[in-house]
């Protein structure tokens, strides 16, 4: 999906036999490079000036020179979704229950392939994701479990100015639906916890605080120019603006972490994440962005009803 001030968190994706490496050598630290200049994500993905997608967008491969930055990450699941925390709270009992409700989805579009992430509803395969992490898709997508179980997807349907798709994986049964928490109830302070695949490193967890609530995209960096993990602009995302309030966190999350979630300390959902500020002049990064899940729901079910 073209971003325009939202950030898709997207990464490039991986060859199981890559005729060269499966990633670029890593490029100079951020601060040190000047940031491409994109249009905005429409709706979640798209913050206003400065975002970029995270969990929710997914990153094209060939198309980002940028590697994700990698600031506080608190966990790095393997492939079979095992752990370690480095922080004073159990981050690695709460990634231990959430991971098998995360997925990685990829979507290959005209323009090449996208990591993204999502969260299992339902144990017979609907999936919640970005918007932006299925934009342009060619055909099925591909998701991917904590486990390394693989199914084709039909996008059901994608709300592009909230930035929400539902996807439903074929013959699926016996999928650990994630547990849903209460948006409105999250307060500044309280502890999170960040699961998705940036850079197509699936299972990678990382932990934070809710650093605000009820923040309005629209008025985040208006004096910067977004910034797209994917490299990618749209007209369309030009002129919509994102729609809602998002809940702003310091967990890290970067490029692939677009449509995977942002929990609380019980293993419950309340976010989507899905933008990440990253300012042109520089300074300390750690500002994401994810969609309140009472929010995401609503959504979720309007697809659903057509």
Same mark, same amino acid.
């Given at each position: 999906?073209?971003?325009?001030?939202?950030?898709?968190?997207?990464?490039?994706?991986?060859?199981?036999?890559?005729?060269?490496?499966?990633?670029?050598?890593?490029?100079?630290?951020?601060?040190?490079?000047?940031?491409?200049?994109?249009?905005?994500?429409?709706?979640?993905?798209?913050?206003?000036?400065?975002?970029?997608?995270?969990?929710?967008?997914?990153?094209?491969?060939?198309?980002?020179?940028?590697?994700?930055?990698?600031?506080?990450?608190?966990?790095?699941? *393997?492939? =079979?979704?095992?752990? #370690? @925390?480095?922080? %004073?709270?159990?981050? !690695?009992? +709460?990634? $231990? &229950?959430?991971? /098998?409700?995360?997925?990685?989805?990829?979507?290959?579009?005209?323009?090449?392939?996208?990591?993204?992430?999502?969260?299992?509803?339902?144990?017979?395969?609907?999936?919640?994701?970005?918007?932006?992490?299925?934009?342009?898709?060619?055909?099925?997508?591909?998701?991917?479990?904590?486990?390394?179980?693989?199914?084709?997807?039909?996008?059901?349907?994608?709300?592009?100015?909230?930035?929400?798709?539902?996807?439903?994986?074929?013959?699926?049964?016996?999928?650990?639906?994630?547990?849903?928490?209460?948006?409105?109830?999250?307060?500044?302070?309280?502890?999170?916890?960040?699961?998705?695949?940036?850079?197509?490193?699936?299972? *990678?967890? =990382?932990?934070?605080? #809710? @650093?605000?609530? %009820?923040?309005?995209? !629209?008025? +985040?960096? $208006? &004096?910067?120019? /977004?910034?797209?993990?994917?490299?990618?602009?749209?007209?369309?995302?030009?002129?919509?603006?994102?729609?809602?309030?998002?809940?702003?966190?310091?967990?890290?999350?970067?490029?692939?972490?677009?449509?995977?979630?942002?929990?609380?300390?019980?293993?419950?959902?309340?976010?989507?994440?899905?933008?990440?500020?990253?300012?042109?002049?520089?300074?300390?990064?750690?500002?994401?962005?994810?969609?309140?899940?009472?929010?995401?729901?609503?959504?979720?079910?309007?697809?659903?009803?057509?």
């Amino acid at each position: 999906m073209d971003e325009n001030r939202q950030n898709p968190l997207f990464t490039p994706q991986q060859h199981e036999q890559p005729a060269a490496p499966p990633f670029y050598p890593a490029p100079p630290a951020p601060a040190a490079r000047k940031p491409k200049r994109l249009a905005v994500l429409v709706s979640a993905a798209a913050v206003a000036a400065a975002l970029v997608g995270g969990v929710g967008g997914a990153a094209l491969v060939g198309l980002t020179d940028q590697a994700p930055a990698s600031s506080s990450t608190s966990a790095l699941g *393997t492939a =079979t979704g095992q752990t #370690v @925390s480095n922080s %004073g709270s159990d981050v !690695s009992s +709460v990634a $231990q &229950q959430v991971l /098998p409700s995360v997925v990685q989805v990829n979507t290959t579009t005209r323009e090449g392939e996208a990591i993204g992430s999502g969260v299992i509803l339902s144990s017979d395969g609907r999936i919640l994701t970005n918007a932006h992490v299925v934009d342009g898709a060619t055909g099925d997508v591909t998701i991917t479990l904590s486990d390394g179980t693989k199914y084709q997807a039909t996008v059901l349907g994608a709300d592009t100015k909230a930035d929400i798709a539902v996807l439903q994986a074929k013959n699926a049964s016996g999928l650990t639906a994630a547990k849903l928490g209460d948006s409105s109830q999250v307060q500044v302070g309280s502890e999170v916890v960040a699961i998705g695949s940036p850079a197509g490193l699936q299972n *990678t967890v =990382t932990s934070g605080i #809710v @650093s605000a609530v %009820g923040r309005q995209l !629209s008025d +985040v960096g $208006q &004096q910067e120019q /977004p910034q797209s993990p994917f490299g990618r602009t749209s007209s369309q995302q030009q002129q919509q603006g994102p729609s809602y309030t998002a809940i702003q966190t310091d967990a890290s999350i970067n490029q692939g972490n677009s449509g995977g979630p942002l929990v609380n300390a019980n293993g419950q959902v309340i976010g989507i994440n899905s933008s990440i500020y990253s300012p042109s002049s520089g300074g300390s990064v750690g500002i994401g962005f994810a969609i309140p899940i009472n929010d995401a729901i609503k959504i979720v079910e309007q697809i659903e009803q057509g």
